[in-house]
């Protein structure tokens, strides 16, 4: 079966990809979808065996766990083992937007997504088509689109150039805004703790939570 690119700026597609991209997902299908830092693959967080695909198609291992994407701030409600001052402060200054956060997970959640020591890696990301999507499909994990070792892709033919028909549906929703990956923070342990500094600077980020910078980039 070959793969499609739909080109979702124009009415008449975004339409047809979405209802496309959300087939797919419950079918246990891979994705490439937009986000605001850089196009993604995607699978339906809850199910194994697509994970599974996803991490099988970047050819990753799974050391490093699958960040899950959210299309709302309800969501992550159900997704964690609780709700903390610092996770509503980071999620209402920064969401939709470039900020991941790791936080411990809901212990019922059905989900294999790596290695994640009992916690899950959260975004809800400032894109239109994405948001749509993740608000009809449900949490998805999401990973950048390119295969391990290559750069992220920042369009879906450069997406397509990585995965070419391993993925069957490309949802193309133009060149990634930010064009580099979401800052990671890690709110799991006794302190936060900046894993990866890219989208959103430490600065920033110890602005809301009245942290200095570095004690945030402390590892």
Same mark, same amino acid.
């Given at each position: 079966?070959?793969?499609?690119?739909?080109?979702?700026?124009?009415p008449d597609e975004r339409e047809a990809g979405l209802s496309a991209a959300v087939d797919a997902v419950q079918a246990g299908q891979c994705i490439v979808l937009p986000t605001d830092t850089v196009y993604g693959i995607g699978a339906d967080a809850f199910n194994n065996d697509a994970v599974a695909k996803l991490l099988a198609t970047k050819r990753r291992g799974p050391d490093m766990p699958v960040p899950v994407l959210v299309g709302s701030w309800t969501t992550i409600q159900g997704l964690v083992r609780e709700f903390s001052d610092t996770a509503k402060i980071l999620?209402?200054?920064? !969401?939709? &937007?470039g900020l991941s956060i790791v936080v411990p997970e809901a212990p019922s959640l059905? !989900?294999?997504?790596?290695? %994640?020591? &009992? %916690?899950?890696?959260?975004?809800?990301?400032?894109?239109?088509?994405?948001?749509?999507?993740?608000?009809? %499909?449900?949490?998805?994990?999401?990973?950048?689109?390119?295969?391990s070792g290559n750069p992220p892709a920042l369009n879906a033919a450069?997406?397509? /150039? /990585?995965?070419?028909?391993?993925?069957?549906?490309?949802?193309? &929703? #133009?060149?990634?805004?930010? &064009?580099?990956?979401? %800052?990671?923070?890690?709110?799991? #342990?006794? /302190?936060?703790?900046?894993?990866?500094e890219a989208?959103?600077?430490?600065?920033?980020?110890?602005?809301?939570l009245n942290l200095d910078p570095e004690q945030l980039r402390r590892r």
């Amino acid at each position: 079966m070959g793969s499609k690119i739909y080109h979702c700026l124009e009415p008449d597609e975004r339409e047809a990809g979405l209802s496309a991209a959300v087939d797919a997902v419950q079918a246990g299908q891979c994705i490439v979808l937009p986000t605001d830092t850089v196009y993604g693959i995607g699978a339906d967080a809850f199910n194994n065996d697509a994970v599974a695909k996803l991490l099988a198609t970047k050819r990753r291992g799974p050391d490093m766990p699958v960040p899950v994407l959210v299309g709302s701030w309800t969501t992550i409600q159900g997704l964690v083992r609780e709700f903390s001052d610092t996770a509503k402060i980071l999620v209402e200054a920064f !969401w939709p &937007g470039g900020l991941s956060i790791v936080v411990p997970e809901a212990p019922s959640l059905p !989900w294999n997504l790596g290695d %994640t020591r &009992g %916690t899950v890696l959260l975004r809800m990301p400032n894109q239109p088509l994405a948001l749509e999507l993740l608000q009809r %499909t449900g949490p998805m994990a999401v990973s950048s689109a390119n295969i391990s070792g290559n750069p992220p892709a920042l369009n879906a033919a450069n997406a397509k /150039q /990585q995965f070419g028909d391993a993925v069957g549906i490309y949802l193309d &929703g #133009g060149d990634a805004q930010v &064009g580099e990956p979401s %800052t990671i923070v890690d709110i799991s #342990g006794p /302190q936060p703790v900046i894993l990866r500094e890219a989208a959103i600077s430490a600065e920033r980020i110890g602005e809301v939570l009245n942290l200095d910078p570095e004690q945030l980039r402390r590892r």
